[in-house]
T-cell receptor, first 119, second 112 residues
Framework: EAGVAQSPRYKIIEKRQSVAFWCNPISGHATLYWYQQILGQGPKLLIQFQNNGVVDDSQLPKDRFSAERLKGVDSTLKIQPAKLEDSAVYLC?????????????????FGEGSRLTVL | ELKVEQNPLFLSMQEGKNYTIYCNYSTTSDRLYWYRQDPGKSLESLFVLLSNGAVKQEGRLMASLDTKARLSTLHITAAVHDLSATYFCAVNGGTSYGKLTFGQGTILTVHP
């Protein structure tokens, strides 16, 4: 079974520039998440989608971050304009939770992440 | 606000020794997860603990959950070098599955 795919793996930009990350979840997974992991810390949830609707975006800095999940499959996360403190690994995860009759474990499956460096 | 604390944050072990990583959390939850992360890699799910008293074992690792004490432990038995990694616990404190709050991580190094 293919895992969660993310691209690009690495990106270096200057502050005030924009960047976009792409995620393709595990086939059939209804729920998709974007987490931010700053070096030396645990991941922090930015946004959660169920199918193509937003479940939770309370921790997303909406003045500069945006995310969408058109057609309930792939997702993109955009940062515009980037700040130095946005340097982090952006992890996409997916889970089966949310499917009618599906398992309810909350177990997330993570992609390898997109490492962003803002200079 | 849910807080998750792990200790120790750094753990240097000799091969063959046993040790325990502790994960404390601040609000009621009966869903706790352990993940492993190798340098430059993503997080790999190790254990899913969904009820008080849950105990799961895989190889040299065993995880348990005490929801009354708001405590989970990850016990390492007879450590080997391959276990060197960062271990995170994560707690789901809300009604929505998947909104995990992670601990700071425990960096485990196993040396001969």
């Amino acid at each position: 079974e293919a895992g969660v795919a993310q691209s690009p793996r690495y990106k270096i930009i200057e502050k005030r520039q924009s960047v976009a990350f792409w995620c393709n979840p595990i086939s059939g997974h209804a729920t998709l998440y974007w987490y931010q992991q700053i070096l030396g810390q645990g991941p922090k949830l930015l946004i959660q989608f169920q199918n193509n609707g937003v479940v939770d975006d309370s921790q997303l800095p909406k003045d500069r971050f945006s995310a969408e999940r058109l057609k309930g499959v792939d997702s993109t996360l955009k940062i515009q304009p980037a700040k130095l403190e946005d340097s982090a690994v952006y992890l996409c995860a997916s889970s089966l939770d949310g499917l009618a009759g599906g398992p309810r474990t909350g177990e997330l499956f993570f992609g390898e992440g997109s490492r962003l460096t803002v200079l | 606000e849910l807080k998750v604390e792990q200790n120790p944050l750094f753990l240097s072990m000799q091969e063959g020794k046993n040790y325990t990583i502790y994960c404390n959390y601040s609000t009621t939850s009966d869903r706790l997860y352990w993940y492993r992360q190798d340098p430059g890699k993503s997080l790999e799910s190790l254990f899913v603990l969904l009820s008080n008293g849950a105990v799961k074992q895989e190889g040299r690792l065993m995880a348990s959950l005490d929801t009354k004490a708001r405590l989970s432990t990850l016990h390492i038995t007879a450590a080997v070098h391959d276990l060197s990694a960062t271990y995170f616990c994560a707690v789901n404190g809300g009604t929505s599955y998947g909104k995990l709050t992670f601990g700071q991580g425990t960096i485990l190094t196993v040396h001969p």
